[in-house]
């Protein structure tokens, strides 16, 4: 899965003015001293929480506290937290879960409505709208899906046979992550490739999760829930550019798909779809529109009174204002606002939750023995990087699809291996798969272990691939 943030625009927009520039800019227009120190200190934070390597450290974090936590005499104050049952009535219906559900089910959908924001995106601007050039990574990401469950269905049979979808998602966030901590060994054509292929990896999850983890359909909460979506049409349809009332509805969705026994994150997927993608502005006649505006501004404006009483002048900057709020599309909007939230505060708290693995007590021997532990791990390590290499490399023999320019084997491998950090996905579908809480430890055990193989084997192999071509290259040259 995909720990979401703005650096897409950072590769695809070019940076117009250096910090300097927009520093000097800011001391142009603001007055206040103090108030362009704290605009200063907001580029900063927004520097921060833009970094996807940090976004990803925090979850990283919060999954390792988790695994202490677990181990501790807090264990039992958290666990008592996290089975507190929290819920409404209205009316005849009534509604309970308990705050781990809560985080799992309730929480979890903004992450995937940022994730239905990051599929619409890709669609319709970024590498899923061109069918060829996504063609070969897209692909690639059901051979890493396939070959995960395979193996992890050749390991379990019976009841245990339920878990072979947990090895086949990918965390694009820490992979990405661990792909920045290798600079310049990874070349950002690679990287593109790597988010294509994740971005259908979520489809693909998504869909799996819709098919066969929910419960039971009930009738007529998928009825009331068909007819929320009509709504959403409605609004689209009726070419509502205001992001509230999709997000009033959407909530209105999410409890009907709640209550329809599917899995109430993929509300958050569908929201994300019906939100409009473009401006309602004519960005054409912008610069013409806003030239006209800045003479009639400075025509109002009087350097003798005080803002207070300049109404016309205010009433008018208001006008500009709404404006410019309606320039950036309703999508981008509802991304920027929870982005954050979701990146250290959403996904943390879930990791924290879910990693929650006490090994006091256990005995290590039988969940390594564990046929789910072994699925799940070699499904992610092995299944994963054999999936992806192999329908790349039979893609690219057959003359179907060519790699991308500056992308060789050796980035194509690295892909592979970093394909099983799993961490997301893979422990969500490890709650859903299976009510035995031993069959879950044994789940996370695997999915916390094979994400930190495939991390530590993906640096170790860029790093030993790197050495091995500089040496041929010193090699050739004769040095």
């Not at 395979?150 to 992550?177: K, V």
């Not at 971005?199 to 419960?215: F, K, N, P, S, T």
């Not at 993608?277 to 003798?304: C, F, I, K, N, P």
Request: glycine content about 8%.
């Amino acid at each position: 899965m995909s720990i979401l943030s703005h650096e897409k625009y950072e590769e695809e927009v070019p940076e117009v003015l250096e910090l300097d520039d927009t520093s000097s800019m800011r001391r142009f227009i603001f007055d206040e001293p103090a108030v362009i120190r704290r605009l200063e200190q907001r580029s900063v934070f927004e520097g921060i929480t833009s970094n996807g390597t940090i976004a990803a450290a925090a979850m990283v974090f919060a999954a390792i506290l988790a695994v202490v936590v677990a181990n501790s005499p807090a264990h039992h104050v958290v666990e008592e937290v996290l089975g507190y049952t929290i819920g409404f009535q209205f009316g005849p219906i009534v509604a309970g879960m308990t705050l781990e559900s809560f985080i799992n089910d309730g929480l979890m959908s903004i992450f995937f409505f940022l994730v239905g924001i990051e599929l619409k995106y890709e669609m319709t601007v970024g590498q899923l709208r061109r069918p060829r050039q996504a063609a070969l990574p897209m692909l690639a990401a059901v051979g890493g899906v396939v070959f995960p469950a395979l193996i992890f269905l050749l390991l379990n049979h019976g009841e245990t046979s339920s878990g072979w979808a947990i090895p086949i998602a990918t965390d694009i966030a820490f992979a990405l992550g661990v792909m920045s901590l290798l600079g310049d060994r990874i070349a950002p054509e690679t990287k593109v490739f790597f988010q294509t292929l994740a971005i259908a990896d979520d489809i693909l999850a998504i869909v799996v999760l819709a098919l066969c983890y929910g419960q039971t359909p009930s009738i007529a909460w998928c009825a009331a829930s068909v007819g929320v979506l009509l709504v959403l049409a409605m609004l689209s349809g009726a070419k509502v550019y205001s992001v509230k009332p999709y997000i009033v509805v959407g909530a209105i969705l999410w409890f009907c798909v709640l209550m329809s026994g599917l899995h109430a994150t993929l509300a958050g997927v569908a929201l994300a779809f019906f939100l409009p993608a473009q401006s309602d502005v004519r960005l054409s006649s912008l610069h013409e529109w806003l030239d006209g505006w800045a003479t009639e501004l400075d025509d109002r404006y009087d350097d003798e009174s005080h803002v207070l009483g300049q109404h016309d002048f205010t009433d008018d900057a208001r006008i500009v204002e709404r404006v410019m709020h309606h320039v950036t599309p309703p999508l981008l909007r509802a991304e920027h606002v929870i982005a954050v939230f979701v990146n250290f505060f959403v996904l943390p708290l879930f990791a924290f939750a879910n990693a929650q693995v006490r090994l006091v007590g256990v005995n290590i021997a039988d969940i390594v023995a564990n046929p789910v532990t072994q699925g799940a791990y070699l499904g992610a390590v092995l299944g994963k990087p054999i999936g992806i290499i192999l329908v790349t490399a039979l893609l690219v023999r057959v003359g179907f699809a060519k790699l991308p320019r500056h992308v060789d084997w050796m980035q194509v491998v690295a892909v592979g291996i970093m394909g099983g950090l799993g961490f997301t996905m893979s422990i969500l579908i490890s709650g859903l798969a299976y009510a035995d809480p031993d069959l879950v430890m044994a789940a996370k055990c695997a999915v916390l272990a094979g994400s930190v193989t495939s991390a530590l084997l993906g640096i170790a192999y860029v790093h030993g691939a790197e050495a091995a071509r500089g040496l041929r290259r010193r090699e050739r040259t004769g040095q």
